[in-house]
């Protein structure tokens, strides 16, 4: 079993940017792909990005594509997501999540999430 808790969320300014991260426990962690999803009010849980078990491979939403960044450090049992030139349409609860399989873009392929962290970008 994985318990994730991310942290790094905020307020920015739109053009600003943020660096969350996704600490897990567990001697597993090197063994799941992870994936970061975003929640907005009144909206459903969207992908976002998603990282091997390697972090040799990564995928992303079209609509983060050129502005996030996902990375992970197995050694730290920490994934993170960079997240520059925010639009306040990236306002969400971002959540890290652990996958069955690497690129699952909807929430049945994930079997562990974290409670999220809260990003809001200002216009």
């Known amino acids: 079993q994985v318990q994730l808790v991310e942290s790094g969320g905020g307020l920015v300014q739109a053009g600003g940017s943020l660096r969350l991260s996704c600490a897990a426990s567990?001697?597993?962690?090197?063994?799941?792909?992870m994936g970061w999803f975003r929640q907005a009010p009144g909206k459903e849980r969207e992908f976002v990005a998603a990282i091997n078990r390697g972090g040799g491979s990564t995928y992303y939403a079209d609509s983060v594509k050129g502005r996030f960044t996902i990375s992970r450090d197995n050694a730290k049992n920490t994934v993170y997501l960079q997240m520059n030139s925010l639009k306040p349409e990236d306002t969400a609860v971002y959540y890290c999540?652990?996958?069955?399989?690497?690129?699952?873009?909807?929430?049945?392929?994930?079997?562990?999430w974290g409670q999220g962290t809260q990003v809001t970008v200002s216009s």
């Open positions: 999540a652990a996958a069955r399989y690497f690129g699952a873009q909807i929430s049945s392929g994930y079997d562990y």
């Open positions: 567990g001697r597993t962690f090197s063994s799941y792909p």
